[in-house]
């Protein structure tokens, strides 16, 4: 069975940068697309960041458009989100998620895509 292992979290001042790491390990991860989502207590999980699994596609939601960068490393089975300008409505837990489909050259929007996660890193922006 695949598992994610997200690091990387920790309190950060405003205006400050983040880099999370996402481990993958027992499965396919370099035939599949991954994703960041967020989600606060009480609030749907939000949409972030996704990534073909040949690196050739990408999307970014609303909130991490010009701020936050995604990226992976296939031989290490780990993917990335590089924050910067953090501001305090980015506090959040952060989950890292797998796409459910091999080969696919999309990098899908929506939760249900997602097939597998992670337990999520906490990020808190505060002075």
């Known amino acids: 069975q695949v598992q994610l292992v997200e690091s990387g979290g920790g309190l950060v001042q405003p205006g400050g940068s983040l880099r999370l790491s996402c481990a993958v390990s027992?499965?396919?991860?370099?035939?599949?697309?991954m994703a960041w989502f967020r989600q606060v207590p009480g609030k749907e999980r939000e949409f972030l960041a996704a990534?073909?699994?040949?690196?050739?596609?990408?999307n970014y939601g609303d909130s991490a458009k010009g701020r936050f960068t995604i990226s992976r490393n296939n031989a290490e089975n780990t993917v990335f989100l590089q924050m910067n300008n953090l501001k305090p409505e980015d506090t959040a837990l952060y989950l890292c998620?797998?796409?459910?489909?091999?080969?696919?050259?999309?990098?899908?929007?929506?939760?249900?895509?997602?097939?597998?996660w992670g337990q999520g890193t906490q990020v808190t922006v505060s002075s």
């Open positions: 998620a797998r796409d459910r489909r091999l080969f696919s050259a999309l990098a899908p929007t929506i939760r249900l895509d997602y097939d597998a």
């Open positions: 027992g499965g396919t991860f370099s035939r599949r697309a």
């Open positions: 990534i073909a699994w040949d690196s050739r596609s990408s």
